[in-house]
């Protein structure tokens, strides 16, 4: 089964990807994951290659590349993979695509705890990052992130706890 998550900052996708995998026992990819290896590919840290990748769309879509390609080799073996990814539903043949949703406040509040910021100084870089996003994915790969008809199963991460999010993607997948 290849499952994706997806997700804006600060909803969960990365906490419920990696507890997902823990109580299956399967590998999980994030583009997270992708981007640093990229990175490190490169010679760059993170944040030279951060800015190399604002201006140059090949990155975006040699992460969407390769996600795809490690599910299919997945999918091919038939094994099992959890690909976590704000864009990987749609580059991913997956048997369940889920998308994770919270108030904009919740994932800012979430934001700020994780990288010790205020909420203020994260509510203005959300912003500022998901309009950027949300023109890019438009421009790059013609997706209104907004539209979420294809995914299967859409969740507010903040009406349940980590564990109940992943306790229903279970109940989930045992009926696929």
């Known amino acids: 089964m290849i499952i994706t998550i997806g997700g804006l900052a600060g909803s969960g996708t990365t906490t419920a990807s990696k507890l997902l995998s823990e109580k299956l026992g ?3 990819v994030s583009a997270g994951d992708i981007f ?15 800015e190399f990748a604002e201006n140059n769309i090949e990155i975006d879509q040699e992460i969407d ?73 438009l421009e790059i790969h013609q997706i209104d992130i907004n539209n979420l008809e294809i995914y299967d199963l859409i969740l507010n991460t903040n009406s349940f706890q980590a564990e ?7 109940k989930v997948t045992e009926v696929i």
Not at 95 to 112: G, N, V, Y
Request: charged share 35%; aromatic share 6%; hydrophobic share 40%.
């Open 65 to 137: 590349r390769r996600q795809a390609e490690m599910a299919r080799e997945a999918k091919n073996r038939h094994e099992n993979l959890i690909v976590e990814g704000r864009l990987s539903a749609h580059f991913v043949d997956a048997d369940l695509k889920i998308w994770m949703i919270a108030p904009f406040d919740i994932r800012s509040e979430r934001i700020s705890q994780r990288e010790s910021k205020t909420v203020e100084q994260v509510n203005e870089e959300v912003r500022i990052r998901e309009d950027s996003e949300a023109r890019r994915y």
């Open 36 to 50: 640093r290896q990229m990175a490190a590919e490169s010679g760059k840290d993170i944040l030279d290659f951060s």
């Open 26 to 28: 399967i590998p999980y």
């Open 164 to 170: 109940s999010i992943v306790d229903i993607i279970l």
